[in-house]
């Protein structure tokens, strides 16, 4: 089977993956998840992203840029690198911050459905207090912070789309069947989290399901996109800008793993040398096949 075809075959799966993972606790009256199980994949995930940039996509882009025709600076690889770090850093953390806007919609939340904000006196009929059994009754305060939450959690689709996107390339622009699987299982690995993170950031705002849906759904779509731009790079373009994407991509990857996927588990330091244990593990197990496999390829070659 051509190589772009199981491109094609991972990004299927990739995309199931990650419609499973918001479908079927948004249809469940009731979802809990294994809290230490998704953060140890996390964990996980965190050094398969490190292993995968330092172990196989920087040297993979020193290499590209070393076989340009031309005297080149030698810093330029690692400048592109940086680059990708500070794109995604900038969509994160400047122009969206969605870690910050989950924290901004739970406190919204939480202040929304306090006592004070959920009864006012003064709004029922003849100032007669609420039963307990009694709904809450809707207020201003509550509408307003559904609003806002409604808004923060469309923009953190938009920074976690700009996100998929980037990871996705990468998945286009791999040389061989083996990077590919590689690329998959990383993001495998790491996508349900950020799907189940959406997915709550959605609930949490209020919006009807059907919306839900349709937003996900947007979300969804995003990872074939992706695919489709790093594959359209990697066939038409210029030596150049293959290169400048792995670059960019190792960059994205850098801060995935190093800003982002690490500090976050480690907030929490229950279970810190579990999860400490899955990041080592997962940086050496992608080492070890990543150096197996250019092993096989070298001897390929030779051949």
């Known amino acids: 089977m051509p190589l772009n075809a199981w491109k094609i075959v991972f990004q299927i799966m990739l995309t199931s993956i990650n419609v499973v993972c918001w479908l079927l606790p948004l249809r469940a009256k009731n979802f809990s998840e294994n809290k230490l199980l998704l953060s140890l994949a996390n964990a996980f995930s965190g050094g398969v992203f490190l292993s995968l940039a330092f172990g196989h996509l920087i040297p993979e882009c020193i290499h590209g840029f070393s076989e340009l025709p031309g005297d080149r600076n030698e810093t330029i690889p690692y400048m592109a690198i940086l680059f990708g770090y500070l794109v995604i850093f900038f969509m994160e953390k400047v122009a969206f911050d969605h870690h910050g806007l989950l924290n901004d919609m739970e ?119 992706g695919v489709c731009l790093g594959m359209a790079v990697k066939q038409v373009a210029p ?34 040398w579990v999860k400490f244990g899955a990041l080592l593990f997962g940086i050496t197990s992608i080492f070890i096949i990543t150096q197996y496999t250019a092993g096989l390829e070298g001897a390929a070659l030779a051949n």
């Open 107 to 225: 406190t919204e939340q939480k202040s929304a459905m306090s006592p004070s904000a959920a009864v006012d006196e003064h709004s029922t009929p003849e100032n007669t207090p609420p039963t307990p059994n009694s709904p809450p009754l809707p207020t201003p305060e509550s509408a307003t912070a559904n609003s806002h939450s409604s808004r923060s959690a469309v923009i953190l689709l938009g920074a976690l789309a700009c996100h998929s996107i980037l990871e996705m390339a990468a998945l286009g622009l791999a040389d061989s069947f083996a990077d590919s699987a590689l690329l998959s299982l990383s993001i495998a690995l790491h996508q349900p989290a950020e799907s189940i993170a959406l997915l709550v950031a959605f609930l949490k705002s209020g919006m009807p399901k059907p919306e839900i849906v349709k937003f996900l759904s947007a979300f969804s779509v995003m990872g074939p996109i």
């Open 239 to 272: 030596p150049i800008v293959d290169a400048l994407m792995l670059a960019t991509v190792a960059g994205t990857f850098i801060y995935v793993g190093a800003t982002e996927v690490i500090p976050e588990e480690w907030e929490d330091q229950e279970h810190k």
